[in-house]
């Protein structure tokens, strides 16, 4: 049974996308919005952006396998203590959080803009895992996303624990346009609330 006094409901651990680190202004708001109610959120970089703010110099992300062993340890750390473990990520994060989430103790998923295809090569897709997922995976989706638009979305085939929660005009940052009369905080505060409510 999972029991900790000071945060009852879990740990979240929210990974970066791809080419901006943990102080990104997007990662930043999440912890802010997820955080407190019973959740602790740990932002972390990975092993190539470590380095970057070390030393200042700009490098591409590391090898899938890298990035995989990385979160994991984090994950199977976290799960010793007890604690409801969920993994999230932002683009490049989620995904290696998606890829995870079957093997190991990690309870859920959440993934904030997920690259399903690469900007502009929409045939080069990255979903054969999502095929087969067991446990529950929530992906917030903005409809005109250029990693994944809603058009190309709805026709991939995708596990029934895929569930794909839309924001109205968002991008792949899930923000919308100025014309929609949207806001890009209104929809992280939705998807803030959406998340706590899956989890009570």
């Known amino acids: 049974m999972f029991f900790n006094d000071k945060y009852p409901r879990g740990v979240v651990l929210l990974a970066h996308g791809a080419g901006a680190g943990m ?23 990975f092993p190539y ?11 591409p992300p590391d090898r899938i396998d890298v990035l995989l ?3 994991r340890q984090l994950i199977d750390e976290h799960s010793a203590n007890n604690t409801p473990v969920y993994i999230a990520g932002k683009s490049m994060g989620g995904r290696v959080a998606s890829m995870l ?19 502009g090569k929409p045939d ?10 067991k ?7 903005g409809t005109r996303d250029a990693m994944g638009s809603y058009e190309e979305v709805i026709n991939y085939r995708l596990s029934e ?40």
Not at 49 to 59: A, F, I, L, S, Y
């Open 101 to 119: 989430l079957d093997e190991t103790d990690a309870v859920a998923g959440f993934v904030f803009g997920y690259p399903f295809h690469p900007a």
């Open 161 to 200: 624990s895929v569930h794909l929660h839309w924001l109205e005009d968002g991008n792949h940052d899930l923000k919308p346009r100025k014309a929609s009369g949207m806001t890009q905080q209104a929809h992280l505060e939705t998807v803030a609330r959406c998340v706590k409510e899956i989890v009570s």
């Open 49 to 59: 952006m470590q380095k970057r703010r070390e030393d200042g110099k700009k490098r």
């Open 23 to 45: 102080d990104h202004e997007f990662m930043v708001q999440m912890d802010s919005l997820l955080s407190g109610d019973g959740f602790q959120v740990i932002r972390f970089e």
């Open 69 to 71: 062993q990385h979160y």
């Open 124 to 133: 080069r897709l990255r979903t054969e895992h999502l095929e087969t997922l």
């Open 135 to 141: 446990k529950p995976l929530h992906v917030f989706q």
